[in-house]
């Protein structure tokens, strides 16, 4: 029968016999060895199923052997290389030196953090812009007897039909907390019970952020259509 724990010391003797000896390597190896373990009987394989499969991702002791003998690399390269981590940049020397093919399972901090960061400019403009630039909008529009967001046969179709963006992003701000608050529990759900989420979360979180980008984009675009559009009919109207 196949004992995790006899298995993960046998590692760590071909570890010791490869010249893998400092403790700080070892216990970092170790530790990664046994979160991939944990992660692939997550998916509903055995211990020894995942054992080998974590085994295969981490590599083989010779090969990290060559990559410890690297530690004494200067600061400012671990500094590049952390940098490149944490933006996705994946170390492809490193793939290629240890000969296999690591999982691409970016950390969840990283994921989030990144993901909040280029949330941040689109939201605050978007905020803003509901602050200050929407109600003139409006009442722009208004004098002229239309709304925002709402386009005559004069303009094109397909500007016409992405008027519904624009009013999506409108009630989206009106009821934020209740949406935020779903997103969250969605994101929460998602880590706690959803086994293959650590697969596709980065992906799915990306083209979430290039998605609210995209629409707030193009709602401040609709919302300068709209106020263009009234001008002419404002003018019409004063004069």
């Known amino acids: ?3 995790l724990d006899q298995a993960i010391a046998e590692w760590r003797r071909q570890m010791l016999a490869a010249g893998i000896e400092s403790p700080g390597p070892m216990e970092e190896l170790e530790s990664h060895l046994r979160e991939g373990i944990e992660q692939q009987m997550k998916s509903g394989i055995s211990a020894q199923q995942a054992f080998e499969a974590a085994l295969g991702q981490i590599g083989r002791a010779d090969i990290l052997k060559n ?3 690297k530690a004494g690399v200067p600061i400012h390269e671990r500094l590049r290389q952390f940098i490149f ?3 996705g940049i994946p170390n492809y020397q490193l793939a290629t ?3 296999t093919n690591p999982p691409n399972i970016e950390p969840r901090w990283a994921t989030y953090a990144k993901a909040g960061t280029f949330l941040f400019p689109a ?3 978007w905020l803003l812009t509901v602050v200050f630039v929407l109600p003139k909008a409006a009442e722009i529009c208004q004098a002229a007897g239309t709304t925002v967001f709402s386009f ?3 303009v094109p179709a397909i500007i016409r039909a992405w008027a519904a963006i624009g009013q999506a992003m409108i009630f989206l701000t009106s009821h934020w907390f ?3 608050g779903a997103i969250v529990l969605a994101f929460g759900l998602l880590e706690r019970y959803f086994n293959r989420w650590p697969r596709y979360r980065r992906v799915a979180i990306g083209a979430g952020v290039f998605l609210f980008n995209a629409v707030v984009l193009v709602s401040l675009t609709l919302m300068i259509i709209s106020i263009l559009v009234a ?3 404002l003018k019409h109207h004063i004069q």
């Open 67 to 69: 990559e410890f003998a």
């Open 231 to 233: 001008a002419p009919a």
């Open 152 to 154: 005559e046969h004069s």
């Open 178 to 180: 209740i949406i935020g």
């Open 1 to 3: 029968m196949f004992d």
């Open 123 to 125: 939201l605050i403009m």
């Open 97 to 99: 030196n240890m000969n």
């Open 85 to 87: 981590s944490v933006a």
